[in-house]
T-cell receptor, first 116, second 113 residues
Framework: AQTVTQSQPEMSVQEAETVTLSCTYD???????LFWYKQPPSRQMILVIR??????QNATENRFSVNFQKAAKSFSLKISDSQLGDTAMYFC?????????????FGKGTKLTVNP | KAGVTQTPRYLIKTRGQQVTLSCSPI?????VSWYQQTPGQGLQFLFE???????NKGNFPGRFSGRQFSNSRSEMNVSTLELGDSALYLC????????????FGPGTRLLVL
């Protein structure tokens, strides 16, 4: 079974600075997808970024980028120029590549606070 | 495009009762997945439906069930509620054709007294 570990339960960063959230996972699969989702307080989960394991190039989405290290099974999220609106729970998630079923396995999350 | 909608948003029930939660996916999406979110266990997969068929099921007791209708709307039912069923229940939809990204609804917060 796949497991996802986020070792930082809470983090804080000053506005406009850069912060990196860590995620490691365990799987015997070779092809899979990794995601970062953001869940602001009392608001719904939204997708931040997605990475296909077969792609060597790290995904980027505006101020958000990942450092995907397949051999190390590591998938960290870097937020540049942090904004107050980035305050949220961030979840790392894994999905198998096999067709016919979709199931996300989530980490426990990292609570990020952006301070003014 | 309208996002994923869930009803009701909040619900209070007592132990032993049953509850039905509803999820309407994004237009054109055929896959609906359900997740339970609690402070202790985090986010756990309940089940996934695609074209009215359950494709995958998580490790939850048989009290948790679901179904999907021909218009892709989905319902989940929890019978004989227990205190531990108090949680945020999230629904997510995707096109479902091949490991598509899942988009989440706002959730239904269930409190069991």
């Amino acid at each position: 079974a796949q497991t996802v570990t986020q070792s930082q339960p809470e983090m804080s960063v000053q506005e406009a600075e850069t912060v990196t959230l860590s995620c490691t996972y365990d799987t015997s699969e070779n092809n899979y997808y990794l995601f970062w989702y953001k869940q602001p307080p009392s608001r719904q989960m939204i997708l931040v970024i997605r990475q296909e394991a077969y792609k060597q190039q790290n995904a980027t989405e505006n101020r958000f980028s990942v450092n995907f290290q397949k051999a190390a099974k590591s998938f960290s999220l870097k937020i540049s120029d942090s904004q107050l609106g980035d305050t949220a729970m961030y979840f790392c998630a894994f999905m198998k590549h096999r067709g016919g079923s979709e199931k996300l396995v989530f980490g426990k999350g990292t609570k990020l606070t952006v301070n003014p | 495009k309208a996002g994923v909608t869930q009803t009701p948003r909040y619900l209070i029930k007592t132990r032993g009762q049953q509850v039905t939660l509803s999820c309407s996916p994004i237009s054109g999406h055929r896959s609906v997945s359900w997740y339970q979110q609690t402070p202790g266990q985090g986010l756990q997969f309940l089940f996934e439906y695609f074209s009215e068929t359950q494709r995958n099921k998580g490790n939850f007791p048989g009290r948790f069930s679901g179904r999907q209708f021909s218009n892709s709307r989905s319902e989940m039912n929890v019978s004989t509620l227990e205190l531990g069923d108090s949680a945020l229940y999230l629904c997510a939809s995707s096109r479902g054709e091949y490991q598509e990204t899942q988009y989440f609804g706002p959730g239904t917060r269930l409190l069991v007294l």
